[in-house]
């Protein structure tokens, strides 16, 4: 039986700066590299096509840059355990080399699962750091210091031998059909998948796109041109963040821009210190991060959250904003921030009502942003200040010409600019002459914005001074932040 090395991608699919595939090279033995698309994995209610979608053309771009050494990424549709199994009855198996994977808790069970076959298989697996991120610590004295120390370490460059494993290939798996084919089926309004798009887009943000990337951070129209957009890169592991970070940091543009680039590289940084956070506490998907707002009690009312998720509140930037991440995928930070907020907030929807549906949307889901993040807008951490977004201002701030909302709300294009922002202030006879009707054409606003503002307010901040909110904050500042930050 041919004896060979596996390396197995997860959330790391590029051809440089990949330890895993540097490992394997290094071993001077034959390897085969795998991909695993696991039905149970699929299964759970964060799953999207368009996230597996984004993967599996990461994977064939990743095989049109192996085929010059006659090697490819093996693509298999079954559980872990099942493949491995299969491997096995084909090949000697010696080392399985992978990156470490900061994910949901499934995919940490899946995990140790796999880790127990494989060792009672006698097969040695090697797992690597992720982006600075560090198994198995308890709090967080000393990695701010060791993460630059880890980005401004020299990025692996990956050299490939040509494929010295002859046998041929039995894959007991393959893509069924109908999922390959909505796989390859992969609609043009995304970002296009793979590394060398990653590049393209991180290349044109430090050349021009990126020098009004302050000024226009928090603009839903403007941001989409002078944001990084590469989170989906990032997310899927088409870039390291090493690789972003160095990129930018050594760019000739960053001296002329300072302000933008370094604004940029203080989230590389962010994204890991919330992965770092997911690490430690994964159980972040389900349950509030300050426990003490489990206690909290909150409206559930199926048909404000059926109209939030369809983008038809009857608030114009909330509508805007669902209706195009529904459509791109990608929505600026604010944007993100906001619909949560008028979610938790406003409509008083619990977090957990609404979680996946934007995991689902975005093209960049990445666990260990989305559920802290999630829940930091929702106000369920206890130690953030709570931020309730007002929709309208939110509006009248960042798409003061309507741009935005027209473009994702047709049924507003007709309405004069003075009334976007709140449709629902033209009075009937403002509504006759543009030919629109409130209720016929858009619907009215499903709640009274002072309102609800007002409740959520009084409910948000008298919660914080519940006993259970204040006892499990001392536990969250002493897990995730600085010493010198523990008590200020
Ligand atoms: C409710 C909510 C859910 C979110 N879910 C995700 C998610 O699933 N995946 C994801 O990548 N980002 C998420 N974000 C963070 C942020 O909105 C996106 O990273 C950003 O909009 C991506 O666009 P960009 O690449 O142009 O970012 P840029 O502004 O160009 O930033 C560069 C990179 O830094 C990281 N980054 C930027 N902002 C943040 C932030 N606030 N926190 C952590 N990392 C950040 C991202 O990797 C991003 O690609 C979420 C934010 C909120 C409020």
């Keep these: 039986m041919e004896s060979i090395n596996i390396v197995w991608l997860k959330r790391d699919l590029r051809t440089q700066d990949h330890a895993p595939l540097h490992a394997a090279e290094k071993a001077g033995k034959p390897y085969r590299i795998i991909y695993i698309f ?48 299969d491997l096995i009855n084909q090949f000697e198996i010696g080392t ?19 880790y127990n076959y494989l060792k009672n298989e006698g097969i040695l697996w090697k797992e690597y750091q992720r982006d600075g991120v560090v198994r198995g610590i308890t709090n967080r004295d000393g990695w701010d210091k060791n993460w630059f120390v880890t980005m401004s370490e020299p990025t692996i460059e990956n050299t490939f031998s040509r494929n010295s494993s002859r046998k041929t290939f039995q894959n007991a798996y393959p893509l069924a059909d109908e999922f390959k084919k909505q796989l390859e ?32 951070i928090s603009k ?10 590469i989170s989906p890169y990032l997310a899927w592991g088409n870039l390291s963040i090493k690789q972003a970070y160095q990129f930018v940091k050594k760019h000739e543009n960053l001296k002329s821009n300072k302000r933008a680039f370094g604004a940029f590289l203080t989230r590389l940084k962010w994204h890991c210190h919330f ?12 349950t509030c991060i300050n426990r003490g707002y489990e206690l909290l009690p909150h409206e559930s009312d199926p048909k404000k959250l059926q109209a939030w998720k369809d983008g038809k509140t009857g608030f114009p930037m909330v509508d805007a904003c669902m209706r195009s991440v529904i459509k791109t995928g990608w929505l600026n930070f604010r944007m993100r921030a906001m619909l949560v907020s008028f979610l938790c907030h406003h409509l008083d929807q619990d977090w957990r009502d609404g979680v996946y549906h934007l995991a689902h949307q975005f093209l960049d889901y990445e666990p260990s942003i989305h559920y ?24 009248q701030d960042h798409d003061p010409e309507g741009e935005f909302i027209k473009k994702w709300i047709p049924e507003l294009v007709i309405v004069p600019i003075e009334h976007i922002h709140e449709p629902w202030k033209m009075t009937e006879l403002e509504q006759s002459f543009c030919g629109f009707q ?16 007002k409740i959520a307010r009084t409910k948000v901040w008298g919660h914080r001074k519940n006993q259970a909110v204040k006892d499990d904050s001392k536990r969250i500042l002493a897990t995730h932040t600085r010493a010198g930050r523990r008590n200020p």
């Design 438 to 453: 409130i209720g016929r054409d858009y619907p009215p606003p499903i709640v009274d914005l002072q309102e609800s503002g």
């Design 185 to 216: 089926d992969y609609p043009t309004f995304f970002q296009p998948a793979g590394e060398k798009n990653g590049w393209r887009y991180l290349t044109s943000f430090a050349d021009g796109r990126g020098f009004d990337y302050n000024r226009h």
């Design 372 to 395: 802290p993040q999630f829940q930091m807008q929702a106000g369920t951490t206890g130690i953030n200040t709570v931020r309730i977004y007002n929709p309208v201002k939110q509006s």
């Design 275 to 286: 992965i770092q956070k997911f690490e430690v506490e994964c159980e972040y998907e389900h």
């Design 38 to 85: 696991e039905p149970s994995i699929l299964r759970h209610p964060d799953s999207a096509l368009r996230h597996q979608q984004f993967i599996y053309h990461s994977l064939i771009e990743m095989n049109r840059t192996l085929q010059q050494y006659e090697r490819k990424v093996e693509i298999f549709h079954a559980e872990a355990v099942e493949v491995f199994k």
């Design 220 to 229: 839903p129209a403007k941001s989409r041109k002078s944001g990084g957009r």
């Design 96 to 114: 399985v080399f992978s990156h470490q994977e900061t994910g949901i808790e499934q995919t940490w069970l899946r995990d140790k699962e796999v």
